[in-house]
């Protein structure tokens, strides 16, 4: 997204405004003096664009400023927003002023509401109702739409974070925006697209609708096994009281009967159940002596095989003998035995082949009667077995009645039918989705592999400020969404040491990230990169661990030629951008450092912005509050 801040603008409570000019396409640098107000520029541009917070410091700042502004660039556009100081309790102000010309006016006055001002900017941010949080967390919920301020993560890197050893993104402290940056990496990367996030809102839809059609029809078919459960109770019960005809053929019928009953209140002669019942009986018994019989059959039968096959084997040895030893027998009876004994032996052999002396499969026939008897069963079931009398009339209305409500509450459950299109459809749609978004959804180690590719870049030209690790290869941690450095060949990352290096693994990761989003094309992340002090590993610490700072002259020459190198790398990333991508950037930078850093070294990008912070000289200089 083309964006450049080009003013900064302070309106004090004495009535006199100070402004501080910026530089599209240009490594701006404010340096100075500690505690001239440097720092608190991120702060400002973080406040003006709808911060809930802010670290602005009441003392010389806050308490001399009566209104905060901003202008800026942004796709060919030029606006300035404007909010008013924080209160005495540091509360945040809900007073904006807004110029979509880019207007400074003499004192700014409330003239837009936060949330009117919001849908202004983040039409510019490309943030429509599409652009959605996509899964919840403890802060976020799914299918919000996400804050044009998260994507200002890809922005800044504050002191606190710049050389940091484990923490590559501001405000990670802030749980929402921990989580945020999880949610909208892809999106900020062009890993994943809008057109994705509503395909994959859409598939998330369906799912839940599939399932809830599911449990539909699971639970109507639970009702409806229910129902002909209650029905076919119902349906006893009158056949009992001989308020409905025995001899039907089917449910449908029988409840055909009771409606009958219900609308015209007759009575059925009793006799027809005792005839029908009779009738079945007969019939089942039949079947039963039917059923015996075969048993009956087949069991004799197979002990007749039995003996047969026993005797059979008995016989074997006399052809044993004939075929062996019959021209040594000269006994004529002894011969005749032998022959006959011969002849039986076939005769049972024939017997017991698979041929059987029947044309009727007994097990078929058994199976057969099997189930007869099964469907004649449950024709008796649904008899009664005695006929129940009613006592009085009364009564017999009072049941009839009861008859007729529980006809009624089980009504829908027989009316209602499942639609199984509906569900097909619903399912062939889902499919149609998923298949859309394997083809659009571009594979995430594609581009982390990009990412690498890209901060490999910016690490080969910072190589002589990395010391042993100059030729290490960088590798993205997507989980924690951090930077480590991998000697050639291991296979797992190194441990990294030196505040040093840590800044230049800082200042490559955040632009190679930039480089990517730019070749991505991505319309969310805004074309800047504030960097608070990259010299601070040299120059040490103003926090309470360190209370000593070096002045330029104690600085090692080979640490100044670090800083030189740093600046160097942010030098000619603008001159990359411009000729190799057509686009805008812009970088500003605080610091400490002298002018000659990058005039010695002849780095054309980079400009002096206003004039060095010191002999009186700040964010708030002091002859503006005399």
Not at 596 to 622: C, H, M, R, T
Request: charged share 30%; proline share 3%.
């Amino acid at each position: 997204m083309k964006f450049v801040i080009k003013e900064i603008i302070l309106w004090l409570k004495n009535g006199r405004i100070r402004t501080i000019p910026f530089y599209g396409n240009k490594v701006n640098v404010i340096t100075g003096d500690s505690g001239t107000g440097k720092s608190v520029i991120i702060d400002i541009i973080d406040y003006c664009f709808f911060a809930s917070k802010s670290k602005i410091p009441d003392e010389k700042i806050n308490e001399n400023i009566s209104w905060y502004g901003v202008k800026f660039d942004i796709n060919d556009k030029e606006y300035l927003i404007a909010r008013g100081s924080l209160d005495k309790n540091r509360k945040v102000s809900k007073s904006y002023y807004f110029s979509p010309i880019g207007k400074t006016p003499i004192e700014p006055i409330h003239s837009i509401e936060e949330p009117q001002l919001k849908t202004v900017i983040e039409k510019e941010f490309s943030i429509d109702r599409n652009v959605i949080i996509p899964y919840s967390g403890n802060k976020l919920k799914a299918g919000n739409k996400v804050s044009l301020r998260y994507f200002f993560m890809f922005n800044t890197q504050s002191g606190d974070t710049i050389d940091h050893s484990e923490i590559f993104f501001d405000k990670l402290n802030d749980e929402k925006y921990l989580e945020a940056l999880h949610r909208i990496f892809d999106l900020a990367t062009g890993i994943d697209t809008v057109r994705n996030i509503i395909i994959k809102e859409k598939i998330n839809n369906l799912e839940k609708e599939i399932t809830r059609l599911e449990r539909r029809k699971k639970a109507l078919e639970n009702e409806g096994s229910l129902f002909d459960t209650n029905i076919r109770n119902i349906v006893k019960k009158a056949k009992e009281y001989d308020l409905i005809p025995l001899n039907s053929k089917s449910l449908k019928e029988d409840l055909g009967n009771l409606k009958n009953l219900i609308n015209n209140i007759r009575i059925i002669d009793s006799s027809d159940n005792v005839k029908e019942l009779e009738k079945l009986q007969k019939k089942k018994n039949e079947l039963k002596h039917k059923i015996r019989s075969y048993n009956k059959f087949k069991k004799e039968f197979t002990i007749y095989r039995k003996l047969e096959i026993d005797t059979f084997e008995s016989l074997k040895p006399i052809n044993y003998i004939k075929e062996n030893y019959g021209n040594l027998i000269q006994n004529e009876s002894l011969n005749e035995l032998l022959d006959i004994l011969g002849n039986e032996m076939n005769n049972i052999k024939k017997d017991i082949s698979n041929k059987r002396p029947f044309n009727i499969n007994v097990d078929s026939e058994l199976k057969k009667l099997k189930i007869e008897l099964e469907l004649i069963q449950k024709d008796i079931d649904k008899i009664p077995q005695f006929t129940q009398e009613f006592n009085t009339e009364i009564e017999k209305y009072i049941f009839i009645g009861e008859i007729k409500s529980k006809l009624e509450f089980f009504k829908n459950g027989d009316q209602e039918v499942f639609n199984e299109d509906e569900l097909l459809t619903k399912e062939e749609e889902l499919e149609q989705l998923k298949l859309e978004l394997e083809e659009e959804l571009l594979d995430r180690s594609i581009v982390i592999k990009l990412f690498e590719e890209l901060i490999q870049k910016y690490l080969n030209e910072s190589s002589d400020a990395l010391g042993i690790y100059k030729d290490y290869i960088p590798v993205f941690n997507y989980k924690d969404k951090t930077l480590q450095l991998k000697k050639p060949g291991s296979l797992v990352p190194s441990i990294v040491g030196s505040s040093s290096n840590h800044m230049f693994m800082h200042l490559c990761f955040m632009l190679g990230l930039h480089e990517l989003i730019i070749k991505q094309q991505v319309p969310y992340v805004p074309n800047f990169l504030i960097l608070d002090q990259p010299s601070r590993p040299y120059y040490g610490e103003e926090g309470s661990k360190k209370k000593t700072k070096k002045l330029w002259n104690q600085i090692a020459q080979d640490d100044k030629s670090k800083i030189t190198i740093a600046f160097k790398v942010l030098n000619d990333f603008i001159s990359n951008i411009n000729e190799e991508y057509k686009c805008d950037f812009q970088i500003i930078v605080f610091e400490h450092i002298p002018t000659s850093i990058w005039g010695d070294a002849n780095l054309e990008n980079v400009v002096l912005v206003d004039k060095e912070f010191k002999d009186g000289n700040a964010l708030i200089p002091d002859d503006l509050l005399l």
